[in-house]
């Protein structure tokens, strides 16, 4: 488990355009595609309404997994919003015990990228990524999120406005997201100790080949935009 961030910015539902609902399993299926993900969330109220709890859901759906837990019990809240369909703010009442963790556990965690991320980092996270799929990319893994938004500021702070700074910041979400879909081991963890252990194999960091394919998106971008 990992503690709460010193800079009290909360990444998990920072406003009510965008959410993210990784620590309830969101990006540990096999197939992590934009439409799969969307598909799954979408059938969010139907499986609330039918699984009582989440060991029922569980099982035939291991095989579609990256060998981690996936809760029934997350869809959009709202429109490009996602979350927990079961949690007392949503739902008015806590059925949050129906999950793997129960409302305790859930309660009281905070995923890596709280600790992991610079408050710079976290604000322009929080204030200019506002698409589901890339911001939860950059929550899963902040290592690789941290390493685009430093490249942007490094190489094209001076020369771009805060729109294009966003575009270019976003294109590398995106070129990073197919590369982690490409993958097939896990890519989100519950403590830092676990990610730091599993990072070099899909953080931009420490694969060129998926560092290369960012870096090429991002220059491709700002040659088109600049």
């Excluded at 080949?209 to 870096?215: A, C, E, N």
Aim: hydrophobic fraction near 35%; charge should be negative.
């Amino acid at each position: 488990m990992t503690g709460g961030p010193e800079d009290n910015i909360i990444l998990c539902q920072p406003h009510n355009i965008t959410g993210c609902s990784v620590c309830c399993g969101l990006l540990n299926f096999r197939d992590i595609s934009y439409d799969f993900l969307c598909s799954f969330l979408k059938n969010g109220e139907n499986r609330e309404k039918f699984f009582k709890v989440h060991d029922e859901f569980a099982v035939p759906w291991r095989l579609r997994s990256r060998y981690s837990h996936i809760c029934p019990f997350q869809g959009f809240l709202s429109d490009g919003r996602p979350g927990c369909l079961v949690h007392p703010l949503f739902a008015g009442t806590d059925g949050r015990d129906r999950s793997l963790f129960a409302h305790k556990i859930c309660e009281n965690f905070f995923c890596p990228a709280h600790s992991i991320l610079s408050t710079e980092e976290k604000i322009f996270l929080t204030e200019n990524i506002k698409h589901w799929y890339l911001y939860s990319v950059a929550v899963t893994d902040p290592e690789s999120f941290s390493f685009i938004y430093n490249f942007v500021k490094k190489n094209y702070e001076e020369s771009c406005d805060s729109e294009s700074f966003i575009l270019l910041v976003t294109e590398g979400l995106s070129a990073h997201s197919a590369g982690l879909n490409l993958y097939d081991g896990e890519i989100f963890f519950y403590s830092i100790p676990e990610y730091n252990l599993n990072k070099k194999s899909f953080c931009i960091r420490y694969r060129k080949d998926f560092m290369d394919h960012v870096i090429s998106s991002i220059r491709s971008k700002a040659d088109l935009i600049l």
